[in-house]
Structure formats: C-alpha cells, structure tokens
C-alpha cells in the first residue's frame, strides 16, 4: 500500500502531463511551409515550362517552339515572346501583324528595347522605353530567391472588367512610357512594366520583363493570375505558342540580316588588300622586324656605321701625317707627285709600290681587311721617315 507522499507525486506527475496534452492541442496546428524543389531537366531546358502547365491544367493546348518563325497561330490564338527573338525578320513580323489584324488574336511580348523589328509596333501604339528602374536590395533576382515581405518594390496593375488590382513584382528592367492611349486596357501606371491594349480584335501586352512569367518567379504575387487573365483577354483562346527561344539561327541567317554592313566591310578589305599589292613609286620600305635585336648584333650594326662614316678622315689624318713627316725630313720628296712619290717609298722601304700608290691616293675602300693593311702601311712609313736610322715597324705583316 502506497504512503501518502507517493501519491502526491503521482498526483503532480499526472496533473503537468494532463496540462502538457491540453496545451499542445489547443495552440498546435497545421502550418503549410512551402519547399522549393531543385529543377528538373526540362525546367532547366525550358523557363517558361511552369507557365505551360499552368495553363494545360487550365484546360488550355500548349505549345512550345524555339523561335518564331515555327509558330504558326491560327485565329483567337495566342502567341507569347517573353525575351527577344533573334530569328523574328521582317517577313515574320508582317505575317504577324497579318494574323492579328485578319485573324485575330493575343500578342504577349516581352520587351528589351533591342528588337529591331517591333520597334514600329512600339512607335505605332506610342510606346517609349526609358532608363531601367532598380529594385530594392531585397528584390528577388532572375534566379529566383524568395521574395522578402514587406521589402519588394512592387507594383499593382488595374486590368479592365476586374475588381481589384494584381500586384506585380518590379524587375530591374526598362519603364514602358505611353501618352493617353484608349486602347490602353490595363497598366501598372504611365511609367511602368507592363502595357496591355486592345485593338478591333487583337490584343497586345506589353512586358518589360518577361522573366515575370518564368519558372522562378511564376508563383511570386499575382504574376500566374495576369498570366491567365491575358489568355482570356480576347476571348476564348485557342493554341497557346510560347516561344522558348533556345535556339539561335543560324549562321546564314544572321549574315543575312547584317548583309550591308558584312558587303561593306569586304569590300573595305578587298581595297586595301589591292592598294597595297599596286606598285609604288619608288621602293617599298622593308617590312618591320618585330623580333627586338640581341645586343651584340646591335653593337655590330654600331660598329660598321662608324667604320662607313669614320674611315675615310682617318685614311686622311695617316696621310696628312706621311705628308708633314716628309715635309720636315724629306723636302724634295714632299714636292713629288703621288706616283713617283709611291715609286721612291717603295724603293727606301721595300714595300709594294701599288699597295702605297693606293694607300696615297683612295684608299682600301670599304673592306674592312685591306682598310687596316692601308692604316699600317701609312704607318710603317711615317715611322721610317721619322727614324731613318731606325727599323720600320711593318704593322701589314
């Protein structure tokens, strides 16, 4: 039989676990946290595959083609370009442009500002572009990080025939800036991202950013409504086209559309390749050496032009030198002509009598070799005039 103390703590015990349960099932409950998955293959490949099959689950038939020029709307269907397509010319504009105003239909485009070919679709229902508007620090990015709330510059688009507006996230992308429009049937204000007008029996929208309706930011405020609302905009929808753009023309194509500019450039090389092949008048100057020279053939180079440049004062100083050694030692000889002077040299010195006619008159050229035999010669003989008595130094030998 239990004591009286033991039964109190077995009374206290009972009485904590009794008010632990009556808590956690009055303050608990079920709290839905959302978990972001990590992307599969095919929303890799293609951003706008949420988009799709939110509006396959609608009920809608969906299509995805890379570019433009594959799409082939029919009437009442809509055709959606979230970011520019290169591939869209001329040609595809204007069939286009037929399809919307014979047929009929929606046009969803998103707008950079670099799309040559819709640039007079955006003039001809008064659209300009200005400078891009930045978020918030806390804005999500293209890759879609988790909206903070509270810290997202946001903005609310009034659409016609809804009763409440849609808030949208502002991306940092240019500003749509239209005058007074009456086609104008829904705007997130006049200097916004988002332009939707009606015409006859087409509708067009007008995105700044087309990254609102990729698989990062889908889901962030009411951008899956808007979506769906346009489907609707003009009527029971046919085919959806999304143009995924993963595909890049070709390389004719793009030749093609920069043909002017491609002909002008060749044909701008194709002239200065001629007019430097024409003959010139005069030589043409050598080609530029663009391998620097080592420093020892620098120091030759240096060398043969003093030699070219120097020799011939110093052929004259030897022989002014022969000459006033003759005047002060040898009168008469002085006084012969250069001939019979070598002649009378060669006899009182035993050396060749053309060697010193050369050496008298012109030189030894530009041989380096016969230069110092010419340098020695007159030398030799200077010294012999100077010390008759003394033996001759013959540096030629």
Known sequence: ?????????????????????????????EVTQQVRAPQGAAAQNN?????????????LTVRYVEDATLAMPAAHDVLIVPVEDESVTVEVFNQQMNWLRLQGGTLILGVQGNEFVYRSLLRDA????????????????????????????????????????????????????????AMVIGSDGPDGQTMIMQTRNSVFAFVASGQLFSNSLLNQEDHAELLWRLMYANGQPGTIWIVTGGRAPPW??????NLPGTLILSALALILLIVRSLPRFGPLAPEVQTV????????????????R???????????????????RHQPRLALLPTPRLATMLARLSGKDEKDIALALSQGAGHDPRAFTQCIALLQSLTLMIENPAGPAYDHAD
């Open 1 to 29: 039989m239990m004591d009286r103390r033991t039964l109190f703590v077995l009374a206290l015990v009972g009485a904590v676990l009794g008010l632990g349960t009556w808590w956690f099932l009055t303050n608990m409950h």
């Open 47 to 59: 951003r706008w595959l949420a988009a799709g099959t939110l509006l396959q689950r609608t009920g």
């Open 126 to 181: 008064g659209i300009t572009l200005s400078s891009s508007k930045q978020p918030t620090q806390d804005a999500p990015t293209l890759a879609g990080s988790v909206l903070p709330p509270g810290k997202v510059d946001r903005a609310q688009l009034q659409l016609k025939g809804l009763d409440y507006p849609l808030s949208l996230t502002r991306l940092p992308a240019k500003s749509l800036h239209v005058e007074h429009n």
């Open 252 to 257: 004719y194509v793009l030749l093609w559309r």
């Open 292 to 307: 620097r020279r080592g420093l020892v053939e620098h120091l030759a180079a240096s060398g043969r032009w003093l030699f």
């Open 309 to 327: 440049h120097d020799e011939a004062n110093l052929i004259a100083a030897c022989q002014a030198s022969l000459r006033a050694a003759l005047k």
